[in-house]
């Protein structure tokens, strides 16, 4: 299988990268001279060719860099040629800026599947509208729900809706492209994936509950209105530890490791539903609990009496996990601009062994002749032609 990455920044480029990751030959057009913009954001790296983004080391792996001037006429029709002998098309540009360039999915083969990826969509009332990740996550309900309640919503950490938009659409597009061979249509499609569609999917029973109960879900924090103990503890050595001690398996097993088990016939927390009613209570009776503990021995206790726990981790954390390490989740690339690097490894697993690591990030234009050569069969001179031109 073979992919056109034609996106900027996250979205369309992660999609692209997944399909990577899974065995498709990505190849990545960039605009001559500049690139990607993740290729000219921090944090950086000095090196002998200059600030080296660290954001491009990570989400540029796995990828052939081919600079293409999609704007120019001669470049949209080396892009048209191209898809020729692709299967995917990923594209997270605003709507109707691919059919101004004539290269449009109704300008390409009918077996190639196209994956747009935009804010809001192909269409609506604000399909045109500009926006990043940000708004999608404003958007589409998550960012109304996270944080604490007395205070205004905090972005998730991680530009999550890129990402996540991501993953959905390179599910779609593997889904179309199942159809196409398996099922034997010889039709590829188009996947319309947008930013705030991503976050509105995960909003759990948010909108059921406005349908049916009128309630319009708000903030609670790192806990649940309806379900305690749960929280992010407070350890002595000033580590935070999550602990889910909510069902009632789980909370007569916590009431033993905190040597409590008289909680667990206390009437304001006898049943799950009074746990509830009673959360600040029990929750602070677990905080209580934590406090005169280290972050380690939470988890000892927690662990040798079947309670789900976890402190919560940095990237020192993460890369110092014999577990992390011992499953493959962080291993080496080696980037041609800065050599071996530490990354997150391509999730999830597939058979016994770790995923093999892709490719470092390659280069602006690093196969441009190569790839333009071999697939459209340009000559060194056509190629020297249109790089004088500015084409690519």
């Known amino acids: 299988m073979r992919v056109l990455d034609i996106g900027t920044r996250i979205a369309a480029p992660f999609c692209a990268g997944l399909l990577g990751e899974q065995g498709a030959e990505v190849i990545k057009i960039e605009q001559p001279g500049v690139g990607d913009p993740l290729r000219h954001l921090g944090p950086f790296v000095d090196t002998d060719e200059g600030d080296y983004s660290l954001y491009w080391a990570v989400e540029g792996r796995g990828r052939k860099s081919v600079t293409i001037d999609l704007r ?121 994936a947008y930013l705030y569609g991503s976050a509105l999917r995960i909003l759990e029973w948010t909108i059921a509950a406005y349908d049916k109960l009128g309630i319009v879900r708000n903030r609670t924090g790192n806990r649940l209105e309806h379900s305690a103990p749960l929280d992010n503890y407070l350890s002595a050595d000033g580590r935070y530890v999550c602990i889910v001690g909510a069902s009632q398996v789980n909370f007569a097993r916590l009431c033993a490791a905190m040597a409590r088990p008289e909680l667990v016939d206390d009437e304001r927390f006898s049943t799950s539903r009074a746990r509830g009613v009673h959360g600040a209570e029990i929750n602070d009776l677990v905080a209580q609990w934590a406090a005169g503990l280290d972050a380690n021995e939470i988890e000892e206790r927690c662990i040798d009496h079947d309670v789900p726990v976890g402190t919560v981790y940095d990237a020192a954390d993460l890369v110092a996990d014999e577990h992390v390490r011992a499953r493959g989740d962080i291993a080496e690339v080696v980037d041609p601009v800065i050599g071996a690097v530490l990354q997150q490894a391509p999730f999830p697993r597939v058979g016994a062994e770790a995923n093999p690591m892709p490719a470092g990030a390659p280069r602006l234009g690093e196969h441009t002749d190569d790839v333009l050569g071999e697939l459209l069969g340009l000559s060194e001179a056509r190629l020297a032609a249109l790089r004088s031109d500015g084409v690519i």
Do not use: M
């Not at 892009?79 to 059919?99: I, K, M, Q």
């Not at 998550?142 to 999550?160: I, S």
């Open 72 to 192: 120019k006429p001669e470049g949209q029709q080396l892009f048209r040629e191209l898809a020729e002998h692709v299967d995917v098309v990923c594209e997270n540009f605003r709507p109707g800026t691919l059919e101004n360039w004539s290269i449009d999915p109704s300008r390409l083969p009918d077996r190639v599947v196209t994956v747009r990826i935009s804010v809001f969509g192909q269409d609506g009332p604000k399909s045109l509208r500009p926006g990043l990740d940000r708004n999608g996550v404003a958007y589409g309900g998550l960012l109304h729900l996270t944080g604490e309640p007395d205070r205004p919503p905090v972005r998730p950490g991680v530009t999550v809706t890129d990402y996540l938009t991501g993953v959905f659409a390179a599910q779609a597009a593997v889904g179309l492209l199942y159809e196409r061979d398996a099922k034997g249509t010889g039709v590829g499609g188009v996947i319309d």
